[in-house]
Structure formats: structure tokens, C-alpha cells
């Protein structure tokens, strides 16, 4: 009976240290993707470069390369390969116009009018895209 309890008790220790504890807060891992939109018709020898965006309901699907920075604006990135990718946007997605020394915000529409030949730079925070930018 007391070699059962001892096992019991064993048991329900392990168990305790095996199951994985719960965080209370979420972690929000920014990371920010970059390249250049040139269309399919625009040749460029320079990587990154995008061939299309969609803008889709809560979407943006892209299809080309980008680099990866976790960092905004630094010189430490890793190339990701030409591929489809699909980004969530929300109502709380911003849309940004860079100039040399500013940022200027504005709606989307006017951010799609502005979108060739621009270098673009999405902001992602857990999995969603909170601000689009681009930038001559």
C-alpha cells in the first residue's frame, strides 16, 4: 500500500514538472519585412523584388522575395526567398508614406496609388501586419 502512494505521489510530481505552464501575457515578436515593388514588367537586378500584391478583404498577398530585419533600419537582415506570402491586416493597420526625414500617414487607397516602383516595408506583431510603409 505505502510502495502505491510513494508511485502516486512520483507520478503526480513528474506530471507537474512535464506540462508546460501557462504565460499570462502574450509575447509580441516584432519583425519587419522589406523590398521593392517592381511589377512584372519592370526588369531589376538588385533582390529583393515583388512581382505582385494583392490587397484581398483582410489580406495583402505578396509573390517575390524580402528581407527580413528584426530591427527597423538596420544592416543585419536575412534574404527570404521568392515565394507567395500572406499577410493579415485589421482596421488597425496603418499605411505610411516615407520621405527622406518623415513618415506621413494615409489611407490605403492612396497608399495603393503610390505603390509602384517603391520600396515597401511591412511591419508584423504576432503573425498580423500593423503598419504598411513605402518609400522612393
Not at 510502495?3 to 516584432?30: C, G, H, Y
Not at 490587397?55 to 533600419?73: A, R
Amino acid at each position: 500500500m505505502k510502495k502505491t502512494v510513494r508511485l502516486f505521489i512520483l507520478a503526480m510530481i513528474l506530471l507537474t514538472l512535464i506540462t508546460p505552464m501557462q504565460t499570462s501575457a502574450k509575447s509580441s515578436k516584432t519583425v519587419y519585412y522589406s523590398s521593392s515593388y517592381v511589377g512584372k514588367y519592370y526588369k531589376t537586378e538588385t533582390p529583393p523584388k515583388l512581382r505582385k500584391i494583392i490587397f484581398k478583404k483582410n489580406k495583402v498577398i505578396t509573390y517575390g522575395s524580402f528581407y527580413l530585419q528584426k530591427k527597423w533600419n538596420t544592416n543585419t537582415y536575412k534574404y527570404c526567398r521568392s515565394k507567395k506570402r500572406v499577410f493579415k491586416i485589421t482596421k488597425k493597420t496603418k499605411y505610411y508614406l516615407i520621405d527622406e526625414d518623415e513618415h506621413y500617414r494615409c489611407s490605403l487607397k492612396e497608399f495603393k496609388k503610390y505603390l509602384l516602383n517603391m520600396a515597401l516595408y511591412i511591419k508584423v506583431r504576432n503573425g498580423k501586419a500593423v503598419a504598411l510603409m513605402i518609400s522612393p
